[in-house]
């Protein structure tokens, strides 16, 4: 008998897309500037930053967008959430009220979505943004 496991089994428990860009960026197979990343939670800067600070929150396991999400995922985004002021203030970002941060996660084609794996945008710094 053969002892060797199914090849999803050794990522995150099968909650990994082979195709998916964002978990290849999880797994390290493609590079990005790691903000942040925790057991359940990986931060790193958007390529094509709109903000003078902008950085994509994303869970590690393949969620594909806000519009999946269930009572199961209340304590993941609501760590994210946390996350998101602390990290913004930590990346650049103005104090609060004269500053700021924007989030963000497109969903779906009409929401803009165009990598299918949930994500949050922080962006923020002074204005003008190339975008938004
Ligand atoms: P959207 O799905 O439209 O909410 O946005 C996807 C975001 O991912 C865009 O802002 C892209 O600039 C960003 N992005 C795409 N590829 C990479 C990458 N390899 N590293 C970091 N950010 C990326
Ligand atoms: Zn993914």
Redesign the pocket.
């Known amino acids: 008998m053969s002892l060797s496991l199914p090849p999803q089994a050794h990522d995150h428990l099968g909650h990994t897309d082979p195709n998916c860009?964002f978990c290849k960026?999880v797994a390290g197979k493609?590079p990005?500037k790691v903000v942040y990343q925790d057991d359940e939670i990986f931060i790193?800067?958007?390529?094509?930053p709109?903000a003078p600070v902008?950085f994509?929150m994303i869970p590690k396991v393949h969620i594909p967008s806000l519009a999946h999400v269930n009572e199961s995922h209340v304590g993941l985004l609501g760590r994210m959430m946390v996350l998101a002021s602390k990290l913004a203030l930590q990346e650049g970002c103005n104090p609060y009220p004269e500053g700021g941060f924007r989030l963000?996660?497109?969903t779906g084609a009409e929401g803009?979505?165009?990598?299918?794996h949930l994500?949050i945008?922080v962006m923020g710094g002074p204005r003008p943004w190339l975008k938004g």
Do not use: A, M, R, T
């Open positions: 860009l960026i493609i990005s790193f800067h958007d390529i094509h709109w902008h994509l963000l996660s497109n803009g979505q165009e990598v299918h994500h945008h």
